[in-house]
């Protein structure tokens, strides 16, 4: 049998009670908590447990929990015919009316659970009394179990919540009663007896007169003793009733599959009312759209108010429904499993019942859910004695009981007994025959030859137990969309699911807001003067597959956004919006959730806005569980700066490359091909990975977007013309920004190779040639720069990505192949030891040269606030190629949250408060102090509101790096912004620079650019200037830490000589 989940939610209720009501619930729940506490431990040895109840509901209670590996004997009290002495299942005549006596049998038997079936036990506080005795108990508490114990609690309760139930008045006088039956303004025909009545304590009168005399019957003539001294007169609802079952730890609920049960005594629901004479689960007339309805506005709003008024609800929660044409609507709750729909639940229950005892009462529901089997029915058919519901002959012998069972059926006992060694009756409802069949028709047929089989002399039993739903599955109704496989339900839930992360995206020109027939994109308002569209569209290829086939969806989406970026870049454009198309055959709205959400995450780190999509559903394409996906990108660049600059290009310049992150998304066909070679499945230890890491997580890395990294590079005018290595790999890719007169010479052992593809190479056996045409072999881009720009161009590249001088361009010599790759077989084969050194210096000498580890040079963050830079700076400092080491953050203000920060980090903190010193000289001193404490090298200022003495400066001359919100030496000092928005300055950014005696004035180190917009406020410019803030101060942190820039002795930058690669 294939199984199902169904679906969970984990809400989080309650206001707290006050004064001694919760102080009394706080204990009860300690109580409850030490219990369920010494319960887990015990689960690891074999457990005992004692089922309460007599009938045919806990007989199936202990069949099932007998199954269970972790179950060594099920002990029921008192029983039945069918629980005495059957396999691991025996009776116990302990006493269950005493709790006292009840909870010390526990102790002296081991009974490590107590499982309560019927409600009057649960009325009567058992589960309170256990539990404050130390032994575990499932089920609600009594203050609980009101929900069903007292009809009047629980309509006051729904109508309190908001809980859709009949029209209602609750009674203690007869005439009132009867006053309101006759003058409401609905049919009040429904007289309920308040307290528990066995299941019959419910009558449906006709008219008004009937209804009156039921109120006499129950109140006056006692018919249900003392539960009916308070009557319920209930409106009288149309539809049909189905009981909706759910197993709730008190804040969660995880529902069963609806059932039906048949209360009427003959078929035709003919007859009196009975405890109920049979049921059948699941029900047809209960879709999954309307079973979560009845979830989210009966069953989970249950739970949260029981849990608001101080009573969780722990156990199994039964909602009696009517479906109305209005809805469904609360008729009763029952605070157990329903009898006989506990019959047909059972043996649809995939899951151990015990583990879901045991997550129920320890809060775990929403986490492990338990499974269903799927694509079968039950029914169960009660074959009651001669008589029932009145009265009835006891002692009827009971025979062919061993040949039901030889049929593939059970047998449920009720009211039976043991004399003589056979079976006899002892109740009104006897036995239940329950069958699973795949259909509801079948089940029904092999239940009815069950009953057949059984020897039990004037038996009455129904034979049309599901006959609704039969009727309702037979009826041709209309098709619907949904029929047809396509479920528009399920793509407007992902639609409002996604729309938040799609806002997230917004950027200057577009509100990325979900919903009309297209997206819109204001070029003016983004910046551009004289812009040249650019688009691009691609996949992720089989990649796809391996991320189905380990259930991670979320890496696929920054493979996507990553692919049609990256080839945008490569006229030198910004990406300004992306769209996505995903299609399935069945969708599955957390897994394209996940998709998506990855999707608008990465198209934040690229910078662009997800401004639309298309979600698919197209069944009979797709098999279970695949999808497809495409995406499609557009940016735009001024004319003046598209790429490639082919007039520019020449022989001598030289190449750059930019690391990958493994295999991006391209090859995946051979990678998969070359694990089935190795008898690798994407669950085995990845041999190329990190400690840990499993082939599927190597594989599944994502694509890095090169973006932010690369656009201010491109706009700088230096790079001539800029690859993105795709499919095709190193050999195609490159010649297509080149003049054809050009060829590509590249030398592998330049840069490091990741050792997926040394074993990529070496478990194929792939060719040089093969590994360089289909994968990017560790490169993920390429530039073209002159050679007096390429040590810039590499210094810019490497404060926050690794790159390296990778090669040169030469002309092409007639026949000559357009891209030459030297050294990779060698280099693949060595592996990733015999990889370059990382860092600034590696390509300034030969590609042989051993490289020694680099010392880091120590810095000091100050601060005064948040620190958001200080955050960028050590997001840097983590870097394995990075040339810097964080070893303190000092603040001049107590608490603040850049401190917090650096805690996080693993960072030492110190405050010098400038309020406790008499002057800057003696506090500048104290900060002196705590440098020279911590061997500190360097030091960043990051938003450190204070003013240094001249001495301070003077001393760490060349050493003190800034940050300054504008490009310097326009707009020195505060409000840096309102001074650009007053001035009408079209460009902005922000600059680090050495600091000086004179404020704002040191040499500067890096600076970013930042287009004013039109519209912009001090508080949007602001906002886009700290963005660009994030990537300059790490960017000026290497350049200075590495010892690639420093102050000269004029006070102008030096730059550090390398010898050109």
Known sequence: MQEIQLQQTDRQAGRQQAGGEEETHLTAQLNRASAVSSFTHRVAMAERVLVIGSGGREHALAWKLAQSPQIQQVLVAPGNAGTANCGKISNSEVSVSNHTILAQFCKDHNVGLVVVGPEVPLAAGIVDDLTAAGVPCFGPSAKAAQLEASKSFSKAFMERHGIPT?????????????????????????????????????????????????????????????????????????????????????????????????????DGDMGPNTGGMGAYCPTPQVSQELLQ?????????????????????????????????????????????????????????????????????????????????????????????????????????????????????????????????????????????????????????????????????????????????????????????????????????????????????????????????????????????????????????????????????????????????????????????????????????????????????????????????????????????????AGFCVGAVERGALLPRLGDIAEGDLLIGVASSGVHSNGFSLVRKVLERADLGYSSPAAFGKSGQTVGEVLLTPTKIYSRLLLPILRSGAVKAYAHITGGGLLENIPRVLPQELAVDLDASRWSIPPVFSWLQKEGGLSEEEMARTFNCGLGAVLVVAPPDAQRVLRQLQAQEEAWIVGSLAHKQPGAEPVVVRNLKHSLCAGPAHSVELGVQQNGGCHGDKATPRKRTRVAVLISGTGTNLQALIEQAKRPSSSAEIVVVISNRPGVQGLKRASLAGIQTR???????????????????????????????????????????????????????????????????????????????????????????????????????????????????????????????????????????????????????
């Not at 029914?379 to 061993?402: C, D, F, N, R």
């Not at 938040?500 to 979900?514: E, F, I, Q, V, W």
């Not at 003013?947 to 400066?953: A, K």
């Open 911 to 1061: 405050v010098v408060d400038h309020k406790l010193y008499g002057s800057r000289a003696e506090f500048d001193g104290t900060i002196d102090r705590v440098l020279e404490e911590f061997g500190v090298e360097m030091v960043c200022l990051a938003g450190f509101m204070r003013i240094l003495t001249g001495t301070f400066v003077k001393k760490w001359n060349g050493k003190l790096l800034n940050i300054h919100p504008s490009l310097l030496p326009s707009f020195k000092g505060v409000n840096a912004q309102k001074q650009a928005l007053q001035a009408g300055a079209r460009v902005s950014g922000c600059t680090v620079h050495f600091v000086a005696e004179e404020v704002d004035a040191g040499a500067i180190i890096v600076q970013e650019a930042v287009p004013v917009l039109v519209n912009d406020t001090e508080e949007s410019l602001c906002d886009r200037i700290r963005e660009a803030e994030h990537r300059a101060f790490p960017a000026a942190l290497e350049l200075v830490a590495s010892g690639t820039v420093r102050l000269g002795v004029d006070g102008r930058i030096a730059w550090k000589s390398n010898a050109q690669s």
């Open 166 to 266: 009949a029209r209602w008045g609750s009674f203690t006088e007869p005439q009132e009663a009867c006053s309101y039956i006759r003058t409401a303004d609905f049919p009040a025909l429904v007289v309920k007896a308040s307290g528990l009545a066995a299941g019959k304590g419910v009558i449906v009168a006709r008219d008004q007169e009937e209804a009156c005399q039921a109120v006499m019957d129950i109140m006056k003539d006692k018919a249900f003793g003392s539960a009916g001294e308070t009557v319920v007169v209930e409106e009288l609802l149309e539809g049909e009733e189905v009981s909706c079952l759910c197993f709730s730890d008190g804040s969660s609920v995880s529902p069963m599959p609806p059932a039906q049960d048949h209360k009427r005594l003959q």
């Open 293 to 629: 309805q009845i979830r989210e506005t009966v069953l989970q709003k249950t739970v949260d108010g029981m849990k608001e008024e101080g009573a969780p609800y722990m156990g199994v929660l039964y909602a009696g429904l009517m479906l109305t044409k209005q809805g469904p609507k609360v008729l009763e709750f029952n605070c157990r499993f329903g009898d006989p729909e506990c019959q047909v639940l059972m043996p649809l229950l995939k899951s151990d019942l015990y583990e879901v005892l045991l997550d129920t009462l320890n809060g775990r529901l929403a986490s492990n859910p338990p499974l269903w089997h799927k694509d079968s029915s039950a029914v169960t058919v009660v074959m009651a004695s001669a008589g029932y519901p009145g009265s009835y002959q006891k002692g009827v012998e009971i025979t062919g009981l061993s040949q039901v069972q030889e049929m593939g059926l059970q047998v449920f006992h009720a009211g039976t007994a043991l004399k003589e060694g056979g079976v006899v009756s002892s109740g009104g409802r006897v036995l239940t025959v329950t069958a699973v069949r795949s259909s509801l028709e079948t089940a029904l047929q092999s239940a009815n030859q069950g009953v057949a089989a059984v020897g039990f002399p004037g038996a009455a039993y129904r034979r049309d137990i599901g006959h609704r739903a039969i009727a309702h599955l037979s009826q041709r109704s209309g098709l619907t969309y949904k029929d047809s496989g396509v479920d528009i339900a399920a793509g407007n839930k992902l639609v409002d699911m996604i729309k938040p992360l799609a806002k997230a995206t917004s950027r200057a020109g577009c509100n990325a807001d979900l919903g009309g027939f297209a997206g819109l994109f204001d070029l003016k308002a983004a910046g551009f003067i004289d812009p040249i569209l650019v688009s691009g569209t691609d996949g992720v290829g089989t990649k796809l597959k391996i991320a189905q086939a380990c259930g991670q969806h979320g890496g696929l989406g920054q493979d996507l956004v990553a692919m049609c970026v990256n080839d945008v870049l490569a006229q030198g454009a910004e990406p300004l919006f992306f769209l996505d198309y995903f299609s399935c055959g069945s969708l599955d709205v957390d897994v394209a959730a996940a998709v998506v959400g990855g999707i608008a995450k990465a198209c934040q780190t690229a910078g662009c806005a997800l401004l639309g999509g298309e979600t698919a559903e197209m069944p009979g394409v797709y098999g279970q569980g695949e999808y497809d996906l």
